[in-house]
């Protein structure tokens, strides 16, 4: 069965540095997203993307972030400069075009920041 | 805006007993309606899905979950728990436009006792 897959699990980084996230998303997938999870805490949406552009994204995903589709596979999600509170667990999601929503998950990215 | 409230933070059952977890949610049009479980460390799976038809919903593993707009809810359930249901489940309610992101709910731990 076809699923997103993540890397890196684990990403220990110093504050202020830049940090790449990498998804790949389902093959014939058309919609992506990022999430975050801080720990103990709630998802919380970062950003949707589709045919090549942002399609909405929430207050958390300021100037620091940037998301990019840069081949036929790859969904990176760039911090440019990290702060402590960036520290979570980064889900990248896809679905399909069509009437089902369902959005299929990764297993996350755990980003830490000292 | 759309929200979604887990009223239960913490559930502990015995193992064999019935299961309900309650989420309540707040949307302005005809919602689509996921629950997700996370075991520790592991990323989103889907349980199920509600987006319109028959109000009582069937997913993996045994759950099911009912929609009842009147009271806008949407609980998920399992007649009898097994020891591996332990895991934190999310209720998230989709927007109908085209970005489709999903608001979550903050989650409930279950736990189950032997």
């Known amino acids: 069965e076809p699923e997103v897959t993540q890397t890196p699990s684990h990403q220990v980084t110093q504050m202020g540095q830049e940090v790449i996230l990498r998804c790949v998303p389902i093959s014939n997938h058309l919609y992506f997203y990022w999430y975050r999870q801080i720990l103990g805490q709630k998802v919380e949406f970062l950003v949707s993307f589709y045919n090549n552009e942002i399609s909405e994204k929430s207050e958390i995903f300021d100037d620091q972030f940037s998301v990019e589709r840069p081949d036929g596979s790859n969904f990176t999600l760039k911090i440019r400069s990290t702060k402590l509170e960036d520290s979570a667990m980064y889900f990248c999601a896809s679905r399909p075009q069509g009437p089902s929503h369902e959005q299929y998950f990764g297993p996350g990215t755990r980003l830490t920041v000292t | ?114």
Request: proline share 4%; net charge neutral; aromatic share 14%.
């Open chain 2, 1 to 114: 805006a759309q929200s979604v409230t887990q009223p239960d933070i913490h559930i502990t059952v015995s193992e064999g007993a019935s299961l309900e977890l309650r989420c309540n949610y707040s949307y302005g049009a005809t919602p689509y309606l996921f629950w997700y479980v996370q075991s520790p460390g592991q990323g989103l799976q889907l349980l199920l899905k509600y987006f319109s038809g028959d109000t009582l919903v069937q997913g993996i593993k045994g759950f099911e979950a009912e929609f009842k707009r009147s009271q806008s809810s949407f609980n998920l359930r399992k007649p009898s728990v097994h020891w591996s249901d332990a895991a934190e489940y999310f209720c998230a309610v989709g927007a109908s436009n085209a970005g489709n992101m999903l608001t979550f709910g903050g989650g409930t731990r279950l736990m189950v006792k032997p």
